[in-house]
């Protein structure tokens, strides 16, 4: 062991590639990502914080307005939520404690799992979405009529994730 360490002691590195002077973070597309992350802690921290008077947290809201929307299977959650299958599952383990959904047999193939809603958990997103809306509707009033081409931008930048390793 000790003639391995000075194996690597004695070995030579490339000197890493000097950064700038100065970064601008007025480029892109760091502004951007800079812009993004501002909106994503403001907003989703206060969402947060907001939904666990509901006993929610943002992902489970969303995962329930997933399967609020249309009755889903767990592996297809993980896909449009771009979530681990483990991190579905410890989602529906707290959104079935609070008897919002159902996770029954599919009748189509028995050795997969459907999600449905619950009328709790219809109440329950019911509520949640007028939280959400009192946490983010004023920021988003702000933005006018631009907040739609906002969003479908957004929307079009996720979709090209997808599809990006």
Not at 76 to 90: G, H
């Amino acid at each position: 062991m000790p003639a391995l360490l000075l194996h690597t002691a004695t070995m030579s590195f490339p000197e890493a590639a000097p950064l700038p002077a100065a970064t601008d973070l007025h480029a892109q597309p760091l502004r951007f990502l800079t812009a993004y992350w501002g909106v994503w802690q403001g907003l989703s921290g206060r969402a947060n914080d907001r939904l666990g008077a509901h006993g929610l947290d943002l992902r489970s809201f969303i995962a329930l307005s997933y399967v609020q929307g249309q009755p889903t299977s767990p592996g297809e959650l993980a896909r449009v939520l771009d979530v681990p299958k483990y991190e579905v599952t410890r989602i529906l383990d707290r959104l079935t404690a609070l008897g919002a959904i159902t996770r029954d047999s599919d009748p189509a193939n028995a050795r997969s799992r459907r999600l449905d809603v619950t009328p709790s958990g219809r109440a329950l997103w019911h509520a949640a979405v007028q939280t959400v809306t009192a946490v983010v509707g004023p920021a988003l009033a702000t933005l006018g009529p631009r907040v739609d081409p906002l969003t479908a931008d957004l929307e079009h930048l996720a979709a090209l994730t997808e599809d990006t390793p």
